[in-house]
Nanobody, 118 residues
Framework: QVQLVESGGDLVQPGGSLRLSCTAS????????MGWYRQAPGKERELVAL??????????QYVDSVKGRFTLSRDNGKNTVYLQMNSLKPEDTAVYYC?????????WGQGTQVTVSS
């Protein structure tokens, strides 16, 4: 059974940076989508950054509010997905969830709290 373990969330000041990590405990095959979502209290879950794979064609998507500030990356050898977050704003405060969708199922991390406050 695959599990996703997230880390890197913290309390930071506005303008600061964090790097979130998501490591899969097992091998995952036939990945269609892989990335990060976030959910703030009282708000709907929101897509933040996403790798896409359609028949071998790859792409990256970011929600408009994080473009130019967040960077999605991965290390296949470590089974790890990263989200580098720079120039953080208070509105980035949320629980961030790693997500992987395959042709067979979807996997979610437990969530890691990011709080941006002075």
């Amino acid at each position: 059974q695959v599990q996703l373990v997230e880390s890197g969330g913290d309390l930071v000041q506005p303008g600061g940076s964090l790097r979130l990590s998501c490591t899969a405990s097992g091998r995952i095959f036939s990945i269609n989508r892989m990335g990060w979502y976030r959910q703030a209290p009282g708000k709907e879950r929101e897509l933040v950054a996403l790798f896409t794979n359609s028949g071998g064609t790859y792409g990256i998507q970011y929600v408009d509010s994080v473009k130019g500030r967040f960077t999605l990356s991965r290390d296949n050898g470590k089974n790890t997905v990263y989200l580098q977050m720079n120039s953080l704003k208070p509105e980035d405060t949320a629980v961030y969830y790693c997500n992987i969708v395959t042709r067979f199922s979807a996997y979610w991390g437990q969530g890691t709290q990011v709080t941006v406050s002075s």
